[in-house]
T-cell receptor, first 114, second 115 residues
Framework: DAGITQSPRHKVTETGTPVTLRCHQT?????MYWYRQDPGHGLRLIHY???????DKGEVSDGYSVSRSKTEDFLLTLESATSSQTSVYFC?????????????FGSGTRLTVV | AQSVTQLGSHVSVSEGALVLLRCNYS??????LFWYVQYPNQGLQLLLK??????LVKGINGFEAEFKKSETSFHLTKPSAHMSHAAEYFC?????????????FGGGTRLMVKP
C-alpha cells in the first residue's frame, strides 16, 4: 500500500546475527503492528505500538524487540536470529481508537535464517 | 481472550460455483469482524468488515459476509467464483475492550478455482 512500506523486502541472514526490519508509514496513524505469517498459523502478533515510545508484547514476542522513536517508523529487531524465525513479516497500521477500520498492511519482508 | 477458527485450510471450487469460506469466532464482548484477502507475494487487503451496523456486510468484488451472533459465525460468500478469486483468505476478530486495537487472525483458507 502506498502509505506503508517495509524494508528490506527479502533478506537472508545467518543464525546468531542481529537483524532489523523497518516499517515506515506516511499516514500519521497512531497504531503500528508487527506480525509474522507461517503456514497453518495465519498471522501472529509479535509486538505493537500505540504511540511514540509506547510498545507492548504480542503473542509471539520471545526473541524480538521493537522501537518507535518517531510516529512514522516502527523497527523490529531479532536480537540473535534463529532458524525458527524464518518467516514472512508484515507490518500493519491502524488509525482508529475503536479499531473499527481494520488494518492497512505493508507488502511484507521475507526473512530466511540459514 | 478472542480467537478465530477457519474451517478448511484449502477450499476448491469450479469457476462459476458458489464460494463459501467459513469463520467462527470467540469473543467475550461484541466483536468487530474482518475478512482479508492475500494474493501471492502481497500483503493483506481488507475485503469487508462488520462493526455492528447491518449484519449482512457487502465488500469489494461482490463478496458478502453475514454476522450470526447465535452461531458465532461470520462466513464469507461469493455467488460465482472466478479464476481471479484464487487467493488466501483470512478472518480476523477484534473485541471492543481491546486497548491495543489488536486483531486476532484465523489460520487462513486457500481458495482454489478450477476452470
Amino acid at each position: 500500500d502506498a502509505g506503508i512500506t517495509q524494508s528490506p523486502r527479502h533478506k537472508v541472514t545467518e543464525t546468531g546475527t542481529p537483524v532489523t526490519l523497518r516499517c515506515h508509514q506516511t499516514e500519521n496513524h497512531r497504531y503500528m503492528y508487527w506480525y509474522r505469517q507461517d503456514p497453518g498459523h495465519g498471522l501472529r502478533l509479535i509486538h505493537y505500538s500505540y504511540g511514540v515510545k509506547d510498545t507492548d508484547k504480542g503473542e509471539v514476542s520471545d526473541g524480538y524487540s521493537v522501537s518507535r522513536s518517531k510516529t512514522e517508523d516502527f523497527l523490529l529487531t531479532l536480537e540473535s536470529a534463529t532458524s525458527s524465525q524464518t518467516s514472512v513479516y508484515f507490518c500493519a497500521i491502524s488509525a482508529s481508537d475503536r479499531n473499527d477500520y481494520g488494518y492497512t498492511f505493508g507488502s511484507g519482508t521475507r526473512l530466511t535464517v540459514v | 481472550a478472542q480467537s478465530v477458527t477457519q474451517l478448511g485450510s484449502h477450499v476448491s471450487v469450479s469457476e462459476g460455483a458458489l464460494v463459501l469460506l467459513r469463520c467462527n469466532y470467540s469473543s467475550s464482548v461484541p466483536p468487530y469482524l474482518f475478512w482479508y484477502v492475500q494474493y501471492p507475494n502481497q500483503g493483506l487487503q481488507l475485503l469487508l468488515k462488520y462493526t455492528s451496523a447491518a449484519t449482512l456486510v457487502k465488500g469489494i468484488n461482490g463478496f458478502e459476509a453475514e454476522f450470526k451472533k447465535s452461531e458465532t459465525s461470520f462466513h464469507l460468500t461469493k455467488p460465482s467464483a472466478h479464476m481471479s478469486h484464487a487467493a488466501e483468505y483470512f478472518c480476523a476478530v477484534s473485541d471492543r475492550a481491546n486497548a491495543g486495537n489488536m486483531l486476532t487472525f484465523g489460520g487462513g483458507t486457500r481458495l482454489m478455482v478450477k476452470p
